[in-house]
Nanobody
Framework: EVQLVESGGGLVQPGGSLRLSCAVS????????MAWVRQAPGKGPEWVST????????TYAASVKGRFTISRDNTKNTVSLQMNGLKLEDTAIYYC?????????WGQGTQVTVSS
């Protein structure tokens, strides 16, 4: 079955860094783009970033561009999100998700809390 397992979340001060990872199994990972989505308390889900399957091009939400970097390793079936310069507004549960898998899947999420 499809499995997506996020890890790496935690509590960090503003300006700090975290690296999130997502281990993927159950489908042909290299054939699909992957995304990170987050959901802050009391808010709906927000797309953060996508890394595409065809060459690994990346896109970012304006709110994180220049601070976050998404990457994938198709030999290890993992997708990562390096988060630098964290802000209070980045506090959310972060999910990795498939793109166009029909249907798509999300992992269980990992909590990121930015607090002073």
């Amino acid at each position: 079955e499809v499995q997506l397992v996020e890890s790496g979340g935690g509590l960090v001060q503003p300006g700090g860094s975290l690296r999130l990872s997502c281990a993927v199994s159950g489908f042909t990972f290299g054939s699909y783009s992957m995304a990170w989505v987050r959901q802050a308390p009391g808010k709906g889900p927000e797309w953060v970033s996508t890394v595409y399957n065809d060459g690994g091009a990346t896109t970012y939400a304006a709110s994180v561009k220049g601070r976050f970097t998404i990457s994938r390793d198709n030999t290890k079936n993992t997708v990562s999100l390096q988060m630098n310069g964290l802000k209070l507004e980045d506090t959310a549960i972060y999910y990795c998700a498939t793109v166009d898998l029909d249907p798509d899947y999300w992992g269980q999420g990992t909590q990121v809390t930015v607090s002073s």
